[in-house]
């Protein structure tokens, strides 16, 4: 693991415009090109949740991949803190899930417009490929 859990407290941390956060995208969102669609781009479980990724103090793009259900079906992009941020009415939040044994987890809270998703898709950087197609 990119840290290793200790017994300090797992709070919420202010995360650096400047660090990099990881998504998940199964390949039921990404495009014949290899690149994720607009829908990647959610709130889950429900809309007034966040859209899950993790931030780069406390994982890989490994590691994030490793934690969907098949690894294989998924890629792995990443977006710059700040630039999320600079997307109307997301709000970048550190939220470890403990439950999971997950340091990194960050969720981006706000609605998932068609306008929002379209500066998600402008943003975003692809870490990983490899993604099962069958």
């Given at each position: 693991m990119a840290?290793?859990?200790?017994?300090?407290?797992?709070?919420g941390e202010n995360i650096p415009n400047e660090a990099y956060l990881y998504m998940r995208v199964h390949?039921?969102?990404?495009?014949?090109?290899?690149?994720?669609?607009?829908g990647a781009f959610k709130n889950l479980?429900?809309?007034?949740?966040?859209m899950s990724t993790d931030w780069e103090k406390y994982s890989t793009p490994e590691e994030t991949c490793q934690r969907g259900r098949?690894?294989?079906d998924n890629i792995v992009i990443r977006?710059?803190?700040?630039?999320?941020?600079?997307?109307?009415?997301?709000?970048v939040k550190h939220t470890p899930d403990k439950e999971n044994?997950?340091?990194?987890?960050?969720?981006?809270?706000?609605?998932?417009?068609?306008?929002?998703?379209e500066m998600f898709m402008s943003i975003y950087e692809k870490v990983s490929i490899?993604?099962?197609q069958s």
């Open positions: 840290h290793e859990i200790g017994a300090e407290a797992w709070d390949k039921m969102k990404i495009d014949s090109d290899g690149e994720p669609i607009p479980p429900t809309s007034d949740d966040g098949v690894p294989l977006f710059l803190t700040g630039r999320v941020r600079n997307i109307p009415e997301q709000i044994n997950n340091r990194a987890h960050t969720d981006v809270f706000g609605k998932k417009t068609t306008q929002a998703r490899e993604v099962n």
